[in-house]
């Protein structure tokens, strides 16, 4: 197959980050820098959590001392009770250059944030920057005080915190073809959490600094800088259990069971399903530990099942060694709703839920293109689709058409 060309919404979005990243540039080089201390304070600010941005991390906001800084400078209105002077255009070109500064050390180990990363931290900026310092330069928000001030900021914040989740669903549905409102409700949850810090530091931060100055920048920065590193480390946790599970996995693999790699297969696809029928992202997680360890029973027999095709025992046996899996996952300590679907993938359609269904069709599928010819994913996938009734849920069949066409198949294939 050809390499797919970048969707049109991909690449509007990168082009308009683009334009209005070239001309807060040209602008600030043409007039000069303002308050190059508050410049100065904000753009190291950016750059040290840039510098300290988790790669590899599955997290919607990488960087968010980074994040946080930058919104900040683009609602500071006075710096230690004077009123600064930096326009629009310095804000997005000292946030630009402080994140390309301080994702140097990541791209020379190959791990360097995205264009979309990129693009969204330039044009969420650009945007908190337009609602606000206009307004603030003509003395429109003076009025404005106290608690009434500071909320305002929490709500500009907000809205620009909800714009970012927008654009980034947007972006991973264009790049993706997953579906967008699971998207965008993912992005939502999110905020939730780190998202909330960002924008109360962010808000925090700049209220202090017209106050008292750049001395609040470090004083309001390191409890967010210490936030980041204990995210960083929970996310190291959680990346080493999930190489615990594969590892765990890959026992049926070693002992001969099933052959290399299916366990990952089988998780791959299943989590492009998921993706596709709007599974948030616990129940992915769950799917993905399930999918992984979905044949982990066949350990517990006596005679092996041929080239450990499940998928082709009675009915019977494929509960037995679904109960079996089931059993071993449950002893491993992990989460017990993965050894539900291990347990349950084997029972009548109707009532399993959406994972094992997904499970059960995923796996079936791949044991059926195994070894096959080039018209191997087309044949399992009508088997699937003509399967008794019960067998095999049609919207779990129909998932897997959409993803098959999109990443493996022409649509004439898959459909």
Known sequence: ??????????????????????????ATL????EERGVALAFGLLVTVGELTRWTGAQVR????????????YALLGAEAGQQTRHGVGQV????????????????????????????????????????????YSQGVLQEWGGPAYALLLLALLSLTALCDAVLAAALAHSRTGWPFCPLLRDELRELLGIGSVVCATGAVMAIAVAVVGLWAVPVFSLPLLLTQLSFRRYAAVRATYRQTITSLARATEIAGCTPTGHARRVAALSLAVGRDLGLSGPELTVLEYAAL???????????????????????????????????????????????????????????QPVAARIVRAVNAYEEKTRDAGPGGPLTALEELRLAGAGEYAPEVVEALARVLSRDCLTPAQAG
């Open 1 to 26: 197959m050809s390499p797919r060309r970048p969707p049109a919404l991909l690449a509007l979005v990168h082009a308009l980050a683009g334009v209005l990243a070239a001309v807060c540039l040209a």
């Open 30 to 33: 043409w007039t000069g820098i």
């Open 61 to 72: 906001e990488a960087a968010p001392l980074a994040a946080a800084g930058a919104l900040s």
């Open 92 to 135: 997005v070109a000292v946030v630009l250059a402080a994140v390309l500064l301080g994702s140097v050390p990541h791209i020379a180990r190959g791990r360097g944030p995205a264009l979309d990363h990129l693009a969204r931290r330039v044009l969420t900026v650009g945007f908190a920057t337009v609602c606000f310092q206009p307004l």
């Open 293 to 351: 360890m979905h044949d982990i029973g066949q350990l517990s027999l006596v005679d092996p099942v041929p080239a450990g095709a499940t998928a082709a025992l009675p009915q019977a046996e494929q509960r037995r060694v679904a109960l079996l899996g089931g059993a071993v996952v449950r002893q491993t300590g992990v989460d017990l709703q993965v050894a539900a679907v291990v347990e349950r993938q084997a029972d009548p359609c109707a009532e």
